[in-house]
């Protein structure tokens, strides 16, 4: 049955030929099931095509797969890593973190991805913890690593010396056993608390579902290249880049994100194909939406869609907006295209092949349609999912009649006020069609009467004056009693985090510095 799920696959992003299939075979033979055997594969294929850019020039497949062969070497020969060994990898974007990974993974190593905005705290928290044998660390992060080199037992080494010091001639991997990729793990969170583990199995056929959705769907294969603004350690960037691999196509990078660069890179490339958050996309828009026009696809993850830069994209750039849900436990599942957005600019989409979702209550039964409950999710990426069992994602949602779903927050948002559930979700949702608001965050507060209250935090857009009792009064008749605020406050920015995610607890600590001054 995977056998032909596979050869499904192939057939539908145009690479069921026998010299394919060969070549896949071949690469198999040689390497394993790891990332190692997609480098090869792609040689085979597009050896000197340019595969990446970044600030440091451009890469040809062939030299990625070369680069990828002497690393495995080198970790394997000077540093012990095979099977079972852990490497955690703490850098940005850059194009020596791609074959640094595929190297690990050809030796058989649980790879790590941790979060680059890591505080110093929660760094050491997962060191301690976790006991890897090696940390393959960026040069923008060679301070932090300086200062906590007498509190690590774990061997460092700098990424960019490490590549750097590899002979430009080609090699094999003579003695390097062949072997099967291990975990990879995404840590989730940990920029302010407990970073959570994502473990997800390494199988040709696990992935096979999700890497026909992305291909499908978001019509990547009559794309040739794409700028990846997403960071690549939180899971959602490395996997478009590595879809974008087995296609043969041309990816771009840049270390960190900043609006008038991204726009540049965009126009310079043609790039048609854009991974970002919506945080990214609004602030392109804002900076140069005539930079934007080649793009034909901006995959929209990591946080949800605000429903007005829906309608701006729509208006601006045309029908090329796609919302992707996933988590870093479950992988991808679901995406909405343009023409589900015009029809709801709300909705995440339907479930893609391969993914079954159930919406449940806190006793875990099935809510019907159109009542919220928590999203759990069925599928065959993640560790977890490995014995047939839903994973809890911990984000609020319902579906209608047609099997879309539809996101109302996280289930620690939802508040009971004077015995009602109440989500801010709904009450943003409804705030979000003010013409004056530009960006805004609800959050329930607690209250002596009602037990706990929400609290809406508002940006105006540029030059609009509007006061939180007008935008009360225009509330009322649009939000039910027990939606209605408690308190509205007029802000000049909101905070996000370093990935584009709307950061709440930092909103809430800002106003309690506030009302101690």
């Excluded at 709801?344 to 159930?358: Q, W």
């Excluded at 928590?374 to 579906?399: C, E, F, P």
């Excluded at 609290?455 to 006061?467: D, M, P, R």
Aim: with cysteine.
């Amino acid at each position: 049955m995977n056998i032909f799920k596979l050869v499904r696959v192939l057939k539908q992003i145009q690479l069921l030929s026998p010299r394919n299939l060969f070549d896949l075979l071949t690469a198999f033979y040689r390497q394993g099931v790891n990332l190692m055997m997609l480098a090869d594969f792609a040689n085979q294929l597009y050896g000197q095509k340019p595969v990446l850019t970044s600030d440091k020039g451009t890469t040809l497949y062939s030299v990625l797969f070369t680069r990828s062969q002497q690393l495995s070497t080198v970790l394997y020969q000077s540093y012990g890593i095979k099977k079972g060994k852990k490497i955690a990898f703490l850098c940005k974007n850059d194009d020596a973190l791609i074959p640094s990974l595929i190297a690990g993974s050809r030796l058989g190593a649980d790879l790590y991805l941790l979060n680059a905005e890591l505080g110093r705290k929660q760094f050491l928290r997962l060191i301690d913890h976790h006991n890897y044998d090696l940390l393959i660390y960026g040069e923008e992060l060679e301070e932090t690593i300086s200062q906590a080199l007498e509190e690590m037992d774990v061997i460092c080494l700098q990424l960019q010396k490490l590549v750097a010091s590899l002979s430009p001639d080609p090699c094999d991997l003579n003695g390097v056993p062949r072997t099967f990729m291990g975990k990879l793990v995404l840590m989730t969170g940990g920029t302010t608390g407990h970073a959570k583990e994502a473990q997800h199995k390494i199988s040709l056929f696990a992935y096979l579902h999700p890497f026909a959705a992305i291909i499908t769907q978001l019509n990547l294969l009559s794309c040739r290249t794409a700028y990846i603004a997403t960071p690549l350690y939180h899971g959602y960037g490395i996997a478009v880049l590595l879809v974008f691999f087995a296609l043969g196509k041309h990816a771009i990078i840049t270390k960190e994100f900043h609006e008038k660069e991204a726009c540049r890179l965009v126009d310079e490339y043609q790039a048609e194909v854009m991974t970002a958050v919506p945080l990214m996309v609004h602030k392109m828009l804002q900076e140069n939406p005539e930079a934007m026009q080649s793009l034909k696809c901006i995959a929209s993850g990591g946080a949800e869609l605000n429903p007005q830069l829906v309608k701006r994209v729509a208006g601006e750039l045309g029908p090329v907006l796609f919302n992707l849900y996933g988590t870093s436990e479950t992988g991808l599942n679901t995406i909405a295209g343009p023409e589900d957005l015009a029809m709801s600019a709300k909705t995440i989409g339907k479930a893609i092949d391969g993914v079954t979702i159930r919406i449940m209550d806190a006793a875990g039964r099935n809510m019907p349609i159109g009542e919220i409950g928590q999203l759990h999710i069925k599928n065959g990426g993640a560790v977890s999912a490995s014995s047939g069992s839903w994973i809890a994602t911990g984000d609020l949602g319902y579906s209608d009649k047609q099997n879309y779903y539809f996101l109302a927050g996280r289930t620690d948002d939802r508040i009971v006020s004077a015995g009602e559930n109440v989500y801010p979700h709904d009450l943003a949702a409804i705030l979000f069609l003010h013409p004056a608001i530009e960006d805004l965050a609800v959050v329930g507060v607690p209250d002596p009467v009602f037990g706990q209250r929400l609290k809406a935090f508002i940006q105006l857009k540029n030059g609009v004056k509007e006061t939180p009792e007008e935008i009360k009064q225009w509330l009322k008749g649009r939000a039910a009693r027990f939606q209605m605020p408690k308190e509205l406050v007029i802000v000049d920015q909101l905070p996000y985090t370093a990935i584009g995610k709307l950061n709440k607890k930092m909103l809430l600590r800002n106003e309690e510095a506030k009302s101690e001054i």
